[in-house]
């Protein structure tokens, strides 16, 4: 059975710091590239589509490439422990506009890190999402 799952999210103060963990089982991990994206908690989301999310962080396990959003960058790290088949997202610095869920997915265009998302080349697999809150 294919299986994508997050774990991490959770309470923090603003200034607060927490990893979030991806981990990947039931296909071929170094086949994909693996993005995170966030959606306001509470916010109506029924489907699973990337133009309905917030792109956060992706990495592409096999060559490194990394990417952020400008949100973010500088106070995000994407990592990935291919034997593990777990990609990690640690959050530092965290602000209250950070509070959302997070989600991971995975994606069979290695290259949609450097070049973004194309019709062509959707998300194959999505986690059912953790959920951070960061308070004032």
């Known amino acids: 059975e294919v299986q994508v799952v997050e774990s991490g999210g959770g309470l923090v103060q603003a200034g607060g710091s927490l990893r979030l963990s991806c981990v990947a089982s039931?296909?071929?991990?170094?086949?994909?590239?693996v993005k995170w994206f966030r959606r306001i908690p509470g916010k109506d989301d029924k489907t699973v589509s990337w133009?309905?999310?917030?792109?956060?962080?992706?990495?592409?396990?096999?060559?490194?490439?990394?990417s952020y959003a400008d949100s973010v960058k500088g106070r995000f790290t994407v990592s990935s422990d291919n034997d593990k088949k777990t990609v990690y997202l640690q959050l530092n610095n965290l602000r209250p506009e950070d509070t959302a869920e997070y989600y991971c997915?995975?994606?069979?265009?290695?290259?949609?890190?450097?070049?973004?998302?194309?019709?062509?080349?959707?998300?194959?697999?999505w986690g059912q999402g953790t959920q951070v809150a960061v308070s004032s």
């Open positions: 997915a995975a994606n069979r265009c290695l290259d949609v890190c450097r070049v973004g998302e194309r019709d062509w080349c959707p998300y194959a697999y």
């Open positions: 039931g296909f071929t991990f170094d086949d994909y590239a």
């Open positions: 133009k309905e999310r917030e792109g956060v962080s992706c990495i592409d396990p096999n060559y490194g490439t990394t």
